[in-house]
């Protein structure tokens, strides 16, 4: 029997290109959108869902258990950037990076539980990142949203053993997408004491994202995660100095951990 699978954010980006490698391996792929008549000439179905809206996500999740009458794998891989010094971040960008990375995904895994556990299966793949290990300097909204999902899923991990059901975490480096695009950037501001040190480290940010990996290396890590029996707690995908780096901070005291980071970055 091929394997239902729920792709968040399945309309673009990562999320796309997993569900078109999916779908060639003969899975049955669903992917949401906030607007999903945009996304006509898509692979698979891209059903209405936002992460901040409840309602939409009972609705799809409904949707494809009433069709399809199971649901397999969720992937929680719809999510938001945020860039900016924190002193001047807005406290509303900053709610809003968290409902959508962090309280989102939550809602969605709680949708999708009472189904799992009725079938005695489910594999959730939280699509958290690389920058969630670390507080980056002006992504420190960011790191912190997908860092709170990394130690939300430890919890939920051993909460969930008994009912047969695997939790994961996969984080993503920098890959080739349109994140930056739909990133909240604090405005530049000729006034603002950061100014110079912000526009240099957006600049960086944005280099890394333009000479990213190919998002199928995402598609097919997936693809083995799936696969497993037992999938392990955290997994890691990127170029391999990025992957390095948790190694580092894990061992590094940190002020040297913390250096090497600022001279990364030129501060």
Request: glycine share 8%.
């Amino acid at each position: 029997m091929s394997k239902v699978v729920l792709i968040t954010g399945g309309s673009s980006g990562i999320g796309k290109s997993i569900g078109e490698f999916l779908i060639e391996k003969g899975f049955i792929v669903y992917g949401t959108s906030r607007n999903p008549d945009k996304y006509t000439e898509s692979k698979f179905p891209i059903l209405a869902l936002d992460v901040k809206e409840n309602r939409t996500i009972i609705n799809t999740t409904e949707t494809i258990i009433s069709k399809e009458g199971r649901l397999d794998v969720l992937i929680n891989n719809a999510g938001a950037g945020i860039t900016g010094p924190i002193e001047e971040t807005p406290e509303e960008e900053i709610k809003n990076n968290f409902d959508t990375n962090f309280f989102g995904p939550i809602n969605v895994i709680k949708s999708v539980l009472p189904q799992m556990r009725k079938q005695n299966y489910g594999l959730i793949i939280n699509i958290t990142s690389i920058a969630g290990y670390m507080g980056l300097p002006y992504r420190g909204v960011y790191s912190a949203s997908k860092g709170a999902l990394e130690l939300l899923t430890e919890a939920f991990r051993m909460e969930l053993k008994g009912f047969n059901i695997e939790m994961t975490n996969v984080a993503p480096g920098d890959f080739a997408t349109n994140i930056a695009a739909g990133r909240y950037h604090v405005p530049l501001k000729d006034d603002s004491p950061y100014n110079k040190p912000y526009s240099d480290t957006l600049d960086l940010m944005n280099s890394h994202v333009n000479n990213g990996s190919n998002p199928l290396l995402m598609a097919e890590a997936i693809y083995k995660v799936i696969n497993k029996s037992k999938p392990n707690v955290h997994y890691k995908v990127g170029e391999f100095m990025q992957k390095f780096s948790i190694v580092l901070k894990r061992i590094l005291p940190d002020r040297v951990y913390e250096k090497l980071l600022m001279n990364h970055y030129k501060l």
